[in-house]
Structure formats: structure tokens, C-alpha cells
């Protein structure tokens, strides 16, 4: 039989060096696109929500205009980092960063239930190496956010 980790849940010097190659590659990745603009009509919406919160004392009911018919919660964090640190863009993909990293996180807990250990890395690789998965990491995405709920979950 093949040993399969059995410690997913454990925070080890092992499994911290399985995903560091990773958390560098995504942390460069982050640096490089940090000036893309944002993309899309929905990320330009959060955009926009973010905007009029910050205008309005974060007013909880949004007007017709502008509410997209679900709760946007991105666009809350968004705004309230605006609130912080003032409007950025580096600010916007940041928050983005920490379900990026989450998301290897949890890929390799994912994947260490699987398969055998000598065998994660090389899957990790397979996985994190989509371009789909990449292309959304560099965007202001609510998509980066719902993969990193659904593996948490």
C-alpha cells in the first residue's frame, strides 16, 4: 500500500516547503500584474459598488443602478480597504492575494487525501498551473474568492 499523509490538517515543516515553490510563483505573478487595470463587467461593477460606499458612509442599501441582485461582499472588502489605505489598485489585487495563497493551501490538503505524498507536488503543479486559475489570480475576481470557500468547504 502507498503512504497517503494522513496529517492534512497539521501545519508541518514539510508540507510548508511542498508549497512554497508555489506561494513564490503566485507572489511574482502578483507583483508583475499588481497594475493590471480592472477587467470585466463585473469586476468593474465592484468597482463601482466600492466607489459609491465610500461615498454614501457604506449605506447598506445599494441604488438600482449599480446592485448587482446578490450581496457584494468583495466590494465591501473593497471599499473598506479603500476606506483604510485609500484608493489603489495595488490595494485591490491584494485582497485578492491572501485567498490566492488559501487557494494552494487548500490544493495541496486536497490533494495530500488523494494520492501519495511523492506524488503532490507534481499534481500540485498540474493544478496550480491552469491558465485559467492563473489568468483569474491576476484580476480583482470574485471567482478567485468562491474556489477558495468551495475547497475550504
Known amino acids: 500500500m502507498l503512504p497517503y499523509r494522513t496529517d492534512v490538517h497539521a501545519i508541518s515543516k514539510e508540507r510548508l516547503i511542498d ?11 502578483f507583483i508583475f500584474t499588481a497594475s493590471n487595470p ?3 463587467d463585473k469586476d468593474i461593477l465592484f468597482s ?3 466607489f459609491w460606499l465610500l461615498e454614501n458612509g457604506f449605506h447598506p442599501v445599494l441604488p438600482d443602478s ?8 468583495l466590494a465591501y472588502l473593497l ?3 479603500w476606506n483604510i489605505t485609500g484608493k489603489s489598485l ?10 490566492t495563497l488559501g ?3 487548500q490544493v495541496h490538503r486536497l490533494l495530500s487525501c488523494f494520492i501519495p505524498i511523492k506524488a503532490v507536488v507534481p499534481a500540485m503543479l498540474i493544478v ?20 477558495f470557500f468551495f475547497l475550504l468547504a
Open 19 to 29: 508549497i512554497l515553490p508555489f506561494v513564490l510563483y503566485y507572489l511574482m505573478l
Open 38 to 40: 480592472f477587467f470585466l
Open 48 to 50: 463601482k459598488i466600492a
Open 66 to 73: 449599480i446592485d448587482p441582485g446578490y450581496p457584494p461582499l
Open 79 to 81: 471599499a473598506f480597504g
Open 90 to 99: 495595488l490595494l485591490s489585487h491584494a485582497i485578492i492575494l491572501p485567498f
Open 103 to 105: 487557494i494552494i493551501w
Open 128 to 147: 496550480l498551473a491552469d491558465p485559467t486559475l492563473m489568468a483569474q489570480t491576476t484580476l480583482f475576481s470574485a471567482d478567485i474568492a468562491m474556489l
